[in-house]
Structures are given as structure tokens and as C-alpha cells.
């Protein structure tokens, strides 16, 4: 385990250094994410100009969901941005340098790239709770629900990233979810039917990604939802695991002689 978060942040250094080497692009690709966010504000601020609160949700609330969607999608592409690109390697044949390294095959390629423009969600997602006027102690809570919310977000792509090991682009099934779970996490739980909610809760996991933590940590507290939290995390990350090793023997090598930098 502790080599595995060693390899990790030593990837992150890595991925950083490599970009900073053109600082100006560096700043530019956070703040320009930042404000492709921020424009959403402008969205809420007019709605609720019109009505006080949309199924229990109010604006600060509404901005809470904004802030932790952008933090846990941050998280994972930030740290294990190679899950969205799987069903690519699996395809073009290129798992075989990572076959020969020995480290954990999949920790290996999630987090051997990175988007730094997730800085910029990360960075977002706590003026969200600047904006929704938040408790001092949502900041730190905020850490632990967006590192959850990112690993929760990761392992369902890499589940439905496997596809690619049985048929061919497969992946676009993982780009479809990863939309889905983006989308529906933006908007209060309450304007959606039973369905919908089922799977937001299952298939489109963001029931357990944001509204979760915003209903049963931050709005009250109920550490019944909390352990289930938890224990959902630990069930996804496995079940990723699990399909992943499980497809990979399917996985056909195309000989390619290559080296990583």
C-alpha cells in the first residue's frame, strides 16, 4: 500500500515538473478551467433569482454539490487520469510496458498521467464553499469527500473502461457514463424519478459521489450513510481491480518496442 501512494505522488511530481517547464501554459489551463466552471454561477444565480429552492436545495446547497463534483472529478484526473485512456492502450496494443514494470499493473497506468487543469477543479471546488458561505469545518471535510468522491469516479471508469478488453472501442460506453455522472452529480438529487436515482446509486454512482456526503456530512450528520460511503468506496475499488485482472488476461500484446519517459 505505501509503495503504491509512493508511486502515485512520484507520477504526480513527474506529470507536474514536465508541464511546469512551460509555466505560462501551466497557469493558463488551471485558470481557464476555473473560469469554464465559474460561468455556471451566472446559471444559478438567475434561477434562484426566480424560485427560493428547487426540492430542498437552495442556492449555497446547490453550490456545495457544484464544488464537490468539480473536487472528485479533479481528484481523479489529477491523480489517475490513465483510467480514461485504458480502453486506448488496450486497443492500440500498448499494456506491454507496463506488463514488465514491477509494479501494480493498474495503479501503474492511471497514475502514470495527469490533467493539470484538475488543479483548477480542485482549486474550485473550494471557493464553491466560499460561496456557499461554508462552516470552517467543511474545508477540511471537504479533503477526505473529494479524495472519496475521486476514487469512487475512477474505479467506474476502469470498470466500464474494460469493456474494451472484450470488444472492440469499448470505451465509448466509459465516456458515456463518465458524461452521466458529471451531469446528474450538478443537480439536486429531488428533480430526478425513483429511476434515475437507482442509478445514480448503482450504474452512475454520484448518489454515492456527492450527494451523499452533502446530505449525511455536511447538511446532518448520520455516520449509517457515512459507513455505507465507505464501504461502497472499498466495494468499487475492488470490483475495479477485479475486472480489470480479469479482462487483462484477454489482452493481446502488439509486440510494439517501446520505452516511457
Known amino acids: 500500500m505505501a509503495g503504491n501512494i509512493s508511486l502515485i505522488f512520484k507520477y504526480l511530481k513527474l506529470n507536474i515538473t514536465k508541464v511546469m517547464q512551460y509555466k505560462t501554459s501551466f497557469i493558463m489551463q488551471i485558470v481557464m478551467m476555473i473560469l469554464n466552471n465559474a460561468f455556471f ?4 444565480i438567475v434561477i434562484f433569482n426566480i424560485t427560493d429552492s428547487i426540492n430542498g436545495y437552495g442556492f449555497n446547497e446547490v ?8 473536487g472528485s472529478y479533479g481528484v481523479a484526473h489529477l491523480f489517475f ?3 480514461f485512456s485504458i480502453g486506448d492502450l488496450v486497443y492500440e496494443g500498448k499494456i506491454d510496458v507496463y506488463l514488465t514494470q514491477p509494479k501494480n499493473v493498474l495503479i501503474n497506468i492511471c497514475s502514470s498521467s495527469s490533467s493539470i487543469s484538475a ?15 461554508a462552516a470552517w469545518w ?3 471535510a471537504a479533503i477526505p469527500i473529494i479524495i472519496i468522491g475521486g ?3 475512477t474505479s467506474i471508469i476502469v470498470c466500464f473502461q474494460t469493456i474494451s478488453f472484450y470488444a472492440k472501442q469499448g470505451n465509448s460506453v466509459a465516456d458515456i457514463i463518465s458524461t452521466g455522472i458529471i451531469n446528474f452529480a450538478n443537480y439536486p438529487i429531488g428533480i430526478f424519478n425513483d429511476f434515475i436515482k437507482f442509478l445514480m446509486f448503482t450504474i452512475i454512482p454520484c448518489g454515492f459521489m ?9 447538511l446532518s450528520f448520520n ?3 457515512v459507513l455505507g460511503l465507505i464501504a461502497f468506496t472499498i466495494f468499487v475499488m475492488f470490483l475495479a481491480f477485479f475486472l480489470f485482472n480479469r479482462g487483462l488476461k484477454k489482452y493481446s500484446s502488439s509486440n510494439l518496442m517501446t520505452g516511457r519517459l
Open 138 to 140: 467543511w474545508y477540511l
Open 119 to 133: 488543479i483548477g477543479d480542485i482549486i474550485y471546488c473550494f471557493l464553491m464553499l466560499i460561496i456557499a458561505k
Open 81 to 83: 487520469n490513465g483510467a
Open 223 to 225: 455516520i449509517y450513510w
Open 210 to 218: 456527492v450527494f451523499v456526503p452533502v446530505q449525511y456530512i455536511f
Open 41 to 44: 454561477i451566472f446559471q444559478w
Open 151 to 153: 476514487l469512487i469516479y
Open 63 to 70: 453550490m456545495l454539490l457544484w464544488g464537490l463534483t468539480a
